[in-house]
């Protein structure tokens, strides 16, 4: 039977879209087939970037670079590594002796992960300071968060890979945050071993995860550069460009900029890695992984610092993992826990002040996780945790509330010109 | 109120710089270590090959016989950047120690005399035989001991410089257990291993306490860290490298940004 009706009027469906392409040649066939070319034209050389951009707005770029090598090292490690309870650390001794600049590549990427902190740290700093996680950027702002997580789980998992005594014990500790968990505790815990401590099968699996959340920040970032590509970068004044008195394209002035905030950054990391490559490390895990001597302070690595802080000023273990994760997460509130309608802290004064103490605070915390859970080092620590909290809970609404923003400029350019007569001073990482 | 910013920014700043400068937080020793002039120290730093070859000696003679220092082998010896024997001298040093290696043709294991690509003897069969020798303790293994312990080098240093004939009398020490002035805990059950005159160097330098001490310290050090010299070596040319770079880079951006600042 046919249900066929001959006088319907049925909608052209084109499944063909090549085309379009603005190019000729070779490049044009592949752009009209896969317009690649083109998207790289619009977004990267023709990009319309605000003019006003600092030095910080270089760690985006940084911090890509540095994921780039961070997975080019770790492949090169991963040839020669080996994610057994007893080999893993001699593997990685043979890396430093025997592997041919195995030495160059296991610093760099020891040194990448630290720096990779420094630059993630600046720049959440550059958005807190700049507002750059308002309207219309709190999506981007979420998905870093998101990134940040993730980081820090790759980090961690990365440091339990040499199998040294603070791998082992760091491991110990933060995996059995898990038997917090009400009930389940306990049996979450042995599943994330796959064993009844942590061993053989723990270190199998955390090698596993560490490439797996690696390659998971790389998508993120993906949709993190996509984000930033619809709502555009945020910049000092933290005023919308308007007309092309505002902006530069992105090449080649924001590539040249970003150019030489990259080279500096890479200076100072290729010092640090080549004069001093376990500074920033702990000697202990240089003492292979034995399972009946424990530490006598087992710290974790310097980034993780400032929340383990948190983690040890609450006295129960549940609510203190509960602080500590909710201390990041809590980060993705201050969109709407920051109501003011000026972004930039060039234009607030109480709020700037504000958030020059939190990273005061962030700094005081770092240096409690670092010292033992006792004494004046509690108290202060519970201070710390203390404004942490009220930094997004109380001051973020406050502040929006009471406080009287500065004069400001109509425009970007207008802001440059401010700047130039001296009316507004902004920070800067170099001066001119 | 500009005032009162100004002052949050720098005390911000102030301890920053406060605490990063104090970042190591090591509780255990409040003494200060003792830290001799290094010829590896500083950026152009290389080891001294007479006292790497001396510190092999006393490692050999002294330490070997309750520390092991499995991660090496004896090709080690005359690499590039290390105690830089030669390859007649490597082979005579790996010879004078026993390997059992096996299983032959017949399935049996044997003895036969070192080669160069054997790892370091080692001076008891596994961790627990050396810990029924020595009392319960374990002598740790010195492949990368000098990495191992907060202060690293100098750490290692003081402690075989740190014995003294008087114990304080507020230290209570159990039989076979020394007191030691920079251990952690201050408290070792290793007897002061480089008395006066316990060896004696084959290249005729006297064999006193401290001298012993630099040279097998510059030996774990080198055995620790085998790259070092290409590391600085390296690291200096790439900070050149980079460094001029960045500058032509920025003279580059300047030029650059020249098109558009005039217009401001």
């Known amino acids: 039977m046919s249900s066929e009706k001959p006088n319907q009027q049925y909608k052209p469906v084109h499944t063909n879209k090549v085309g379009g392409s603005p190019f000729t040649g070779v490049t044009g066939w592949i752009d009209n087939r896969l317009p690649i070319i083109r998207m790289f034209k619009h977004e990267y050389l023709d990009f319309q970037v605000p003019k006003s951009l600092s030095y910080f707005w270089s760690f985006g770029g940084i911090l890509t670079i540095c994921l780039i090598l961070l997975i080019v090292t770790g492949l090169s490690l991963g040839m020669h590594y080996k994610p057994d309870a007893k080999y893993a650390f001699d593997s990685v001794e043979k890396i430093m002796r025997d592997v041919n600049f195995g030495w160059l590549i296991r610093y760099a990427h020891m040194n990448l992960a630290s720096f990779f902190f420094i630059a993630v740290y600046l720049h959440i700093f550059r958005g807190l300071y700049y507002g750059s996680y308002k309207e219309p950027r709190q999506l981007m702002w979420l998905i870093g968060i998101v990134i940040f997580f993730l980081m820090m789980a790759t980090a961690f998992l990365g440091y339990t890979l040499p199998w040294g005594q603070m791998s082992y014990w760091g491991a110990t500790v933060i995996t059995n945050l898990f038997s917090a968990i009400p009930l389940v505790g306990e049996s979450v815990v042995t599943w994330l071993w796959g064993d009844y401590s942590v061993g053989d099968a723990a270190l199998n699996r955390f090698y596993v995860l560490h490439w797996l959340i690696a390659f998971l920040i790389v998508g993120v970032v993906a949709f993190h550069v996509i984000a930033l590509h619809i709502v555009g970068s945020n910049n000092p004044s933290g005023i919308e460009p308007k007309d092309t008195r505002d902006t530069v394209s992105f090449s080649p002035f924001t590539t040249s900029k970003d150019l030489v905030g990259m080279l500096v950054f890479l200076l100072i990391f290729v010092a640090v890695m080549m004069y001093a490559p376990n500074y920033l490390g702990h000697p202990d895990n240089y003492i292979p992984a034995n399972p009946l001597v424990t530490p006598a302070h087992i710290v974790p690595e310097w980034y993780f610092l400032p929340f383990y802080a948190i983690l040890r000023s609450i006295p129960d273990k549940l609510m203190g993992v509960i602080a500590m994760v909710s201390s990041i997460a809590i980060l993705g509130l201050l969109p709407w826990l920051d109501f003011s309608k000026v972004r930039s802290s060039v234009f607030r004064p109480i709020w700037k002040q504000c958030v020059f103490l939190f990273v005061l605070d962030f700094f005081v915390l770092m240096y409690i996780g670092g010292a033992p859970a006792e004494g004046i080092y509690l108290v202060i620590g519970r201070i710390g945790t203390a404004f942490w909290f009220a930094f997004f809970l109380i001051l973020a609404p406050l502040v929006s509330l009471i406080e009287k923003p500065l004069p400001m400029p109509d425009s970007i350019h207008e802001f440059e010109e401010w700047k130039k007569q001296g009316k507004i001073k902004t920070i800067k990482l170099f001066s001119k | ?264």
Request: hydrophobic fraction near 40%; aromatic fraction near 12%.
């Open chain 2, 1 to 264: 109120m500009k005032l009162f910013c100004l002052k949050f920014k720098s005390v911000t700043l102030i301890v920053i710089f406060v605490l990063i400068s104090n970042v190591s937080f090591s509780k255990e020793s409040n003494v200060k270590l003792l830290k001799p002039d290094w010829s590896f120290n500083g950026f152009f730093g290389k080891f001294d090959r007479a006292s790497l070859q001396r510190g092999y000696q006393v490692y050999k003679e002294v330490c070997a016989s309750c520390h092991s220092m499995s991660l090496l082998s004896y090709r080690n010896l005359a690499e590039k950047g290390g105690p830089e024997f030669t390859a007649e001298e490597v082979k005579a040093i790996a010879s004078q120690f026993e390997v059992t290696d096996g299983p032959n043709n017949d399935g049996e294991m044997f003895q036969r005399s070192g080669k160069p690509s054997d790892r370091f003897a080692s001076p008891y069969p596994n961790e627990n035989a050396s810990r029924s020798a020595n009392g319960g303790a374990y002598p740790p293994d010195m492949s990368v001991l000098a990495k191992a312990r907060p202060g690293g080098s100098d750490y290692i240093y003081s402690v075989l410089m740190g014995y003294e004939e008087k114990t304080p009398e507020n230290i209570k020490l159990e039989e076979g257990v020394y007191y030691n002035k920079y251990m952690i805990g201050n408290k070792i059950r290793m007897a002061n291993p480089l008395s006066e005159g316990v060896i004696e160097y084959t290249d005729g330098t006297k064999a006193s306490q401290k001298q012993m001490a630099k040279d097998v310290v510059s030996f774990l050090t080198w055995a620790a860290e085998p790259h070092l010299e290409i590391r600085k070596e390296l690291g200096f040319k790439s900070v050149i490298y980079l460094l001029i770079l960045t500058i032509l880079v920025y003279l580059i951006k300047k030029k650059i940004w020249l098109r558009i600042e005039p217009k401001v």
